[in-house]
C-alpha cells in the first residue's frame, strides 16, 4: 500500500480557508498518508499570500509537511509532459507540468481537485476518496 502522497496547492488551499471538499479531503489524507507538497506548492502558496501578508500561516503549515523539491529528474519528467501536451493541444501550464514532473519522478500519487488539468497525463496517479 502506498503511504505517501502529494497534495496540490489546491487542496491546501480549499484547507486554509474551510472550503469544501478539499478542506475533508486533506483530513482523511492526513490520517491515512504522509503529506508531502511541492516546491511549486510552496511557491504557489506563498506567492498567493504575499498581498495580505499571511506567510506566517503558510510557513506554519508547511511544518507540517515533506516538501518534495524540483530536481533534474522531475526537470526531464516534466519536460516531456509539457510538451507532449502542448503538442495536442492540451497545455496544462508550466507550474502543473512541474507538478505532474514531480509526482512522476517521485513515483508518487497526487491529491488534487484539478482533475481537468492531471487527467490529461495518463501516466499520472490520482489519488481519489470517492
Known amino acids: 500500500m502506498e503511504t505517501r502522497i502529494i497534495v496540490d496547492t489546491d487542496i491546501i488551499i480549499d484547507y486554509l480557508k474551510k472550503r469544501q471538499p478539499g478542506a475533508e479531503l486533506l483530513k482523511k489524507a492526513y490520517l491515512k498518508y504522509s503529506i508531502h507538497v511541492t516546491s511549486i506548492t510552496v511557491y504557489e ?18 511544518r ?47 491529491l488534487t481537485g484539478n482533475l481537468k488539468h492531471f487527467n ?5 496517479k490520482l489519488l481519489s476518496f470517492e
Open 64 to 110: 507540517y509537511v515533506t516538501i518534495i523539491p524540483f530536481d533534474d529528474a522531475a526537470a526531464r519528467k516534466a519536460a516531456a509532459i509539457h510538451y507532449a501536451l502542448k503538442s495536442k493541444g492540451m497545455d496544462i501550464g508550466i507550474k502543473d507540468s512541474f507538478i505532474a514532473g514531480i509526482c512522476e519522478a517521485h513515483n508518487m500519487s497526487l
Open 120 to 124: 490529461r497525463i495518463p501516466s499520472l
Open 45 to 62: 502558496l506563498l506567492y498567493g499570500v504575499q498581498k495580505n501578508g499571511r506567510v506566517d500561516l503558510i510557513n506554519r503549515l508547511l
